[in-house]
């Protein structure tokens, strides 16, 4: 998967909790990723970074927060869990006008 | 704006049938044009993408897409489907501002008969 993986793949938290989520990349790639994905509305854009420190909110930022302080790490953090945070949450990296490649995705579950 | 619309939600064909997934997209400029596949519990994989070189772009496991302005349109096809095909596909959209951020359309899911 182009060097990009995802950490936890798998997660049950509660609600109410924090949780983060950790995109690591390993190609050196300018820009990264987080969305989600649910049934009946594909994939939609949480935030998007565009270089060490350089964050931006994308169509569904409500709620989550991110970080990138090194290139090759992008964090996605869910301050205080809700169930419609359920879902799966997928990162992705590129360079400039180039497609996206995408990591193996997190499936998030709070109860 | 950039926009994608995937015409077909589900498709089915039988096993070693042609398969045509179509899209059509709105762009102001000459859009960066991609799919992607997505088999179940999987991440995305990308299958091809358009770039403004040639028309007819070839990718991966046999599939093709043409790029039809006069149509605005962007449709997949595979000569004939396999069943290791049977997963959910986007036609995706780049925008051109500076955040470059991929516009996907709502997938559709092909389904492949034995």
């Known amino acids: 998967d182009a060097g990009i993986t995802q950490s936890p793949r798998h997660k049950v938290t509660e609600t109410g909790t924090p949780v983060t989520l950790r995109c690591h990349q390993t190609?050196?790639?300018?820009?990264m990723y987080w969305y989600r994905q649910d049934p009946g509305h594909g994939l939609r854009l949480i935030h998007y970074s565009y270089g060490v420190k350089d964050t931006d909110k994308g169509e569904v930022s409500d709620g989550y927060s991110v970080s990138r302080s090194k290139t090759e790490d992008f964090l996605l953090t869910l301050e205080s869990a809700t169930s419609s945070q359920t879902s799966v949450y997928f990162c992705?990296?590129?360079?400039?006008?180039?497609?996206?490649?995408f990591g193996p995705g997190t499936r998030l579950t709070v109860l | 704006a950039q926009s994608v619309t995937q015409l077909d939600s589900h498709v089915s064909v039988s096993e070693g049938t042609p398969v045509l997934l179509r899209c059509n997209y709105s762009s102001s400029y000459s859009p960066s044009l991609f799919w992607y596949v997505q088999h179940p519990n999987k991440g995305l994989q990308l299958l091809l993408k358009y770039t403004s070189a040639a028309t007819l772009v070839k990718g991966i496991n046999g599939f093709e897409a043409e790029f039809k302005k006069s149509e605005t349109s962007f449709h997949l096809t595979k000569p004939s489907a396999h069943m290791s095909d049977a997963a959910e596909y986007f036609c995706v959209v780049i925008r051109m501002d500076s955040s470059y951020k991929l516009i996907f359309g709502s997938g559709t899911r092909l389904l492949v008969r034995p």
């Open positions: 190609e050196n790639h300018r820009y």
């Open positions: 992705a990296i590129s360079e400039v006008q180039n497609e996206q490649f």
